[in-house]
């Protein structure tokens, strides 16, 4: 069983940065591929960035390339996620979620959000205009 915890979410101007941090207890996530997911108010949840712990190989969907970035911190059994230059449709719940490693990752991104088996609490970030 793996429990995930986030923490680093609140309230921001536009332009400004946030760091995201989901810690996992447990077992490590040596196995695992690692997203971050967001659900806005009337919106569907999206996977806006995993990651392979093992090898770091990443994934960014498009609205989020060059101003997000995930990364993993081994001696902590955490994965980061960094937010820059955030914009108001950045605001939403973020989570993270761990799955089972799969090599459709390179070819079909991380996956949906019914392949994630264990999921974090949830962090609200909210970026004002």
């Known amino acids: 069983q793996v429990q995930l915890v986030e923490s680093g979410g609140g309230l921001v101007q536009a332009g400004g940065s946030l760091r995201l941090s989901c810690a996992a207890s447990?077992?490590?996530?040596?196995?695992?591929?690692i997203g971050w997911f967001r659900q806005a108010p009337g919106k569907e949840r999206e996977c806006v960035a995993a990651?392979?712990?093992?090898?770091?190989?990443?994934y960014y969907v498009d609205s989020v390339k060059g101003r997000f970035t995930i990364s993993r911190d081994s001696a902590k059994n955490t994965v980061n996620l960094q937010m820059n230059n955030l914009k108001p449709e950045d605001t939403a719940a973020y989570y993270c979620?761990?799955?089972?490693?799969?090599?459709?990752?390179?070819?079909?991104?991380?996956?949906?959000?019914?392949?994630?088996?264990?999921w974090g609490q949830g962090t609200q970030v909210t970026v004002s205009s």
């Open positions: 979620a761990a799955r089972s490693y799969s090599s459709t990752f390179y070819f079909r991104g991380p996956g949906t959000e019914a392949e994630y088996d264990y």
């Open positions: 447990g077992r490590s996530f040596s196995s695992n591929i």
């Open positions: 990651i392979i712990w093992r090898g770091g190989s990443t």
